[in-house]
């Protein structure tokens, strides 16, 4: 008789193996003469040579399979266990337009012609701006990416950060110490990474610093290696800020900077490190510009007429000065 045992390193044995393991028993029915039994992260199994052979074929396949896509069923389990042409297929890249599988299972995808460009520019481009109006996918898409980057181990850590400027809310005024007056303001970063990766692991990678979030002014000082940083509401980040946080960048690092520069909150609109970046930093190697616009947005359609309705009416005050 022989025996393996196999580790989920990386994996919540919850999350893979269904509570009370019941994706375990659908396991055990594919493989009747051998015995498999789950205790903590590990698989152990025993029986013949030849069938555990298989059985650890497959169930690594599988793994793959739930990194990759971060869903597994018992429809999941049967396709993979009982048709090799499916393992293969999935393997080999059917979804290959898919960033992430979010925790439904649902996939996350570039959606339109702004986003398709910031996936492609991420190839060949370490800093990428993306500048345009609220609801275009601008963050989301970018997190999509990073969360990718880390799951294909590109990257060993995701940072995200945003300016702390009050958008005419105070935020001394606000109940709690630091951190609890700053959650509530980059609670968006959260939620997109809630979507996309399941809450035992996301909570994991939060609490080992392999994702971080804090505010732009917590950057200073640091050497930003092997990590995908991306910083969100730019146009909140001064001058300076910003040159701060682009000397951050080390080696084998993608930066990515989001922001809309009609939604400045800072006292002096000029003060915006962002409008100054994409002026003098558009047309150098390995820096790619996006210019999203109302084509991008994918929120409610109502917010298309709006984003236009104010459009307009900044056009129209520009033009009677």
């Not at 980059?186 to 996309?196: F, I």
């Not at 104010?310 to 056009?315: I, M, R």
Request: hydrophobic residues 40%.
């Amino acid at each position: 008789m022989t025996e393996i045992v196999i580790f989920l390193e990386d994996i919540d044995p919850v999350d893979l193996l269904g509570t009370n393991n019941s994706l375990l028993d659908k396991i055990r029915t594919f493989f009747p003469k051998l015995k498999i039994l789950s205790r903590g992260n590990e698989i152990k199994c025993m029986g013949e040579e030849s069938e555990i052979t298989i059985f650890a074929e497959k169930f690594n396949a599988l793994l793959e399979y739930y990194r990759k896509y971060n869903r597994l069923d018992g429809q999941d389990m049967e396709k993979y266990f009982l048709d090799d042409d499916h393992m293969r297929s999935s393997s080999n890249g059917d979804f290959e337009n898919v960033l992430v599988f979010g925790t439904s299972g649902k996939p996350v995808r570039a959606r339109t012609v702004n986003q398709l460009a910031l996936v492609s520019e991420y190839r060949t481009n370490d800093l990428i701006i993306a500048e345009g109006p609220a609801g275009t996918g601008k963050t989301y898409t970018s997190i999509a990416l990073a969360v990718r980057a880390l799951r294909e181990r590109e990257v060993k850590k995701i940072i995200l950060t945003r300016p702390a400027v009050e958008a005419g809310e105070r935020l001394g005024f606000l109940p709690g110490d630091m951190k609890e007056k700053l959650d509530p303001y980059l609670q968006p970063l959260y939620d997109a990474l809630h979507d996309m990766l399941p809450f035992r692991k996301l909570e994991t990678w939060l609490e080992d610093g392999t994702i971080q979030i804090a505010p732009l002014a917590f950057m200073r000082g640091r050497t930003l290696e092997n990590a995908f940083v991306i910083l969100d509401e730019a146009q909140n980040a001064t001058i300076s800020q910003l040159k701060m946080f682009l000397t951050r960048m080390g080696v084998n690092s993608k930066f990515i900077m989001t922001g809309d520069s009609t939604q400045i909150d800072l006292p002096k609109k000029g003060e915006s490190g962002l409008l100054q970046a994409i002026r003098i930093l558009s047309g150098i190697e390995g820096v790619s510009v996006i210019k999203f616009d109302e084509r991008d947005i994918v929120r409610h359609k109502l917010v298309k007429r709006i984003v236009k309705a104010y459009e307009q009416e900044e056009t129209g005050r520009e033009e009677n000065k």
